[in-house]
């Protein structure tokens, strides 16, 4: 009788942390930051894609150095890319909603911006659920870092904006800044569209990660560029020492 009541325990202990995952969470009044800094870990996020031709050296270059990653996606851009989105699940990754167009949702016009929220948020989370993992978290990271507490208020109304963990930022790849003849951060968007070489940008990264000893890690799947120096950090940051998680290994509480 002990035995059988001990069994049940450990069962219902399992179901309910499984499904724990997904029905604890509800949005947060204002962005998340510093998620996970501070552990010698690194979770990688790419935002943006999925973009045909940089996507995919994201995804070989992923796969080659056997680590996983967050990709948070615009929804629009999935719609048109089905074959990317089913490579990213088939290796492995998680699936983040990044919305459906890339808005800043923080300043929508008073009479719309409930219909655009639901459009942006919980549409695109029906056009990418089909390609997340099984049982994995909601995560939503806001467009331009735009948010507002009234929209969380309103999305934890709703079935599936209760179970989202979000709005989620990062730890590492925000910023750029000059500290003597060096970046101490940089961001690989703006990297790109300054023309840092890919060593620059990789430095500014590197600096940055230092300072914080790990976190989560923001980068773009929009430019090729960032493909060649992740092919670069992920060595040298294992190298250093640190070791890789995901989101799911993060605590929001
Ligand atoms: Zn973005």
Not at 108 to 131: C, M, N, Q, R, T
Not at 151 to 160: A, E, F, M, P
Not at 161 to 170: D, E, F, R, S, T
Request: aromatic share 10%.
């Amino acid at each position: 009788m002990k035995t059988k009541l001990s069994v049940l325990a450990l069962t219902s202990l399992l179901m309910s942390s499984a499904f724990a995952q997904i029905i604890n969470k509800e949005f947060a009044n204002g962005n998340i930051e510093r998620v996970h800094r501070g552990k010698n870990q690194i979770i990688l996020t790419f935002d943006d894609g999925p973009t045909p031709g940089v996507t995919e050296k994201v995804l070989s270059v992923l796969k080659a150095n056997q680590v996983k990653g967050t990709f948070f996606i615009v929804a629009q851009n999935a719609k048109r890319h089905p074959e990317i989105m089913n490579k990213i699940k088939a290796e492995g990754h998680l699936i983040g909603n990044h919305s459906m167009s890339h808005p800043k949702l923080g300043s929508l016009g008073f009479f719309s911006w409930k219909k655009v929220v639901k459009e942006e948020v919980l549409d695109a989370h029906e056009i990418i659920f089909p390609y997340m993992q099984p049982g994995q978290r909601f995560y939503f990271r806001a467009p331009h870092a735009s948010w507002d507490s009234k929209i969380s208020k309103y999305l934890n109304k709703t079935d599936v904006g209760a179970k989202y963990i979000g709005p989620v930022l990062w730890d590492i790849g925000g910023d750029m800044e000059v500290e003597g003849d060096h970046y101490s951060k940089t961001a690989d968007w703006a990297c790109w569209s300054k023309k840092l070489t890919v060593d620059e940008c990789l430095e500014g990264y590197l600096r940055e990660t230092d300072e914080v000893k790990g976190g989560v890690i923001l980068m773009h799947d929009l430019v090729s560029k960032s493909a060649e120096m992740l092919a670069k950090l992920i060595p040298e940051l294992k190298l250093r020492g640190y070791t890789f998680a995901t989101l799911e290994d993060a605590q929001f509480e």
